[in-house]
């Protein structure tokens, strides 16, 4: 697979932002093998003129100094989930596996970073492992190794025309139960039955109000069933909503299933920003210089902001073109024009963070808010 080679300096066309995400798309890259994707995002950041290497956690970094302004990180994820999206353009759009979810935030922040001229710090563009599996672990690593920056944009897709403000939590459980043998036609509990009735517990122990309609209340999905009547597991994961007690559900849970073992395998916390965050102001800058009305919208799911947001209290921000709504979709697909005016928004928002003249990140920063669950 040839890499696009930009038209010259630093800026970039739209055939070479094209041609770098078609390029991207083209290599396929599930959790636990992005190691391809990397190299080919290392030599593409190299090409534009960043600094770029391949961390030990497998993560895709890229650095571009341009002053001694403030430190702008930007951050999207390698990984897709599995499943086979044929590459092609057709009708406007660009298919193929990732491209909303999340290559396409991705090679646009390449492209917009490459673009940012203006910018008068150091911009860090991270491609990320295993967003799409509990652990986060690219993630995980950048917030224990690298030094944290000023201000923080994470590449998922909003629309290029909105600002995502926040995400729920996310708590990931699994119950195991081990009964003796018996016959199907025993009237004592089977492994199976204590399954069942977890899910029910759960339920119950979250109340009448819980779904995945509001970023404000928790919501259950069982993600995995596996067993029989002598041994059974269940995997659940609760959204969680800022202000969710992780321990006490998991306490008040484990009182209603006296046998059998309940593990808390992965949690994160809730985040949320306020509209004068200076990353959401530079990025509704943004989109009203492209001619657009910015909207603002916290998710129901989680991200890296999660992740980076436990550790990191700073101005922040998700952003990215494509339509969530084809996020893991059999036809996965963003539209080529979106995907340029996202480029536009952020190379703005960056110059917007990193100029004096306009007071950057810190003049705003003590305006910023960052609420996070107990």
């Not at 992740?307 to 539209?335: C, F, K, Q």
Request: with cysteine.
């Amino acid at each position: 697979m040839s890499r696009p080679r930009p038209a010259g300096g630093l800026l970039v066309d739209d055939l070479y932002a094209v041609g770098l995400l078609r390029g991207m798309l083209e290599i396929p890259s599930p959790s636990f093998h992005e190691q391809r994707l990397a190299g080919f995002l290392v030599d593409a950041m190299r090409d534009l003129g960043l600094t770029a290497h391949v961390d030990p956690a497998g993560n895709a970094i890229g650095e571009l100094g341009r002053g001694p302004g403030p430190v702008v990180m930007m951050i999207g994820h390698l990984d897709t989930v599995p499943g086979e999206v044929p590459v092609r353009s057709e009708a406007g759009r660009l298919y193929g596996r990732g491209a909303a979810d999340a290559k396409g935030p991705l090679a646009a922040m390449v492209c917009a970073a490459a673009s940012a001229t203006r910018f008068g710090g150091r911009l860090v563009v991270v491609g990320a492992v295993e967003e799409e599996t509990p652990g986060s672990r690219g993630a995980v690593a950048i917030r224990g190794t690298f030094g944290k920056p000023d201000a923080l944009i994470v590449g998922e897709p909003s629309g290029w025309s909105t600002v995502v403000l926040g995400y729920r939590g996310k708590l990931d459980l699994c119950y195991r139960v081990e009964c003796a043998a018996t016959h199907p036609s025993n009237p004592v509990p089977k492994a199976t039955d204590w399954v069942y009735r977890a899910w029910t517990a759960a339920l119950e122990t979250l109340g009448p109000d819980a779904g995945h309609e509001s970023f404000d209340r928790p919501g259950v999905t069982v993600t995995g069933i596996t067993g029989d009547i002598a041994s059974a597991a269940a995997e659940f994961s609760i959204r969680t909503p800022p202000g969710f007690d992780d321990q006490g559900f998991v306490t008040a849970l484990r009182r209603r299933l006296p046998v059998g073992t309940l593990e808390v395998v992965h949690s994160v916390a809730a985040c949320r920003v306020g509209r004068s965050d200076p990353v959401v102001s530079a990025l509704a800058q943004g989109i009203r210089e492209a001619d657009a009305r910015p909207t603002y919208k916290v998710k129901t799911a989680t991200s890296d902001m999660n992740t980076l947001a436990e550790v990191w209290d700073l101005p922040m921000a998700t952003y990215g073109p494509g339509d969530s709504r084809l996020d893991h979709a059999d036809d996965e697909n963003i539209e080529i024009a979106e995907y340029i005016r996202g480029i536009g928004v952020l190379t703005t928002a960056l110059n917007r963070l990193g100029d004096p003249g306009t007071g950057g990140i810190g003049r705003a920063r003590a305006t910023t808010r960052l609420v996070l669950k107990s």
